[in-house]
């Protein structure tokens, strides 16, 4: 008869390279984990301060922009004042002048009269 073999307890290379292995993996995998973790808190803090910034930088760009736009209306008006002021100004020099002419004459009208003398009939 065939005796049955005895059982031994042998370590197996291949099978003790595959359990720390795979241990080793989980553990890595572990510690990547929680460094995301970590880094997504931070992340976030980042993105949070980057939206508030962000946001300032926007309300700043909209006044300036109402500035321009005010800046703008004021120098269009200044444009259209100095217009308005030349077209016054001419105005003006054509009534100085025909008030010179209105002078002259009267000053002729005047000095006609004088030198006439009184109507005589």
């Known amino acids: 008869?065939?005796?049955?073999?005895?059982?031994?307890?042998?370590y197996n290379l291949n099978t003790l390279v595959i359990l720390f292995g795979f241990a080793g993996g989980l553990i890595a995998w572990g510690a990547t984990?929680?460094?995301?973790?970590?880094?997504?808190?931070?992340?976030?803090?980042?993105?949070?301060?980057l939206d508030k910034r962000l946001t300032a930088a926007e309300v700043s760009l909209r006044q300036i922009d109402n500035h321009e736009l005010r800046i703008s209306a004021v120098e269009k008006q200044a444009a259209e004042a100095a217009t308005s002021m030349k077209a016054v100004e001419s105005t003006?020099?054509?009534?100085?002048s025909d008030m010179r002419l209105v002078r002259e004459i009267l000053q002729r009208i005047e000095d006609g009269g004088r030198q006439s003398g009184p109507l005589q009939e």
């Open 92 to 96: 003006l020099n054509i009534l100085s």
């Open 33 to 49: 984990w929680e460094r995301v973790n970590a880094n997504q808190d931070s992340q976030a803090n980042s993105l949070d301060r």
């Open 1 to 10: 008869m065939v005796a049955t073999p005895k059982w031994r307890f042998e």
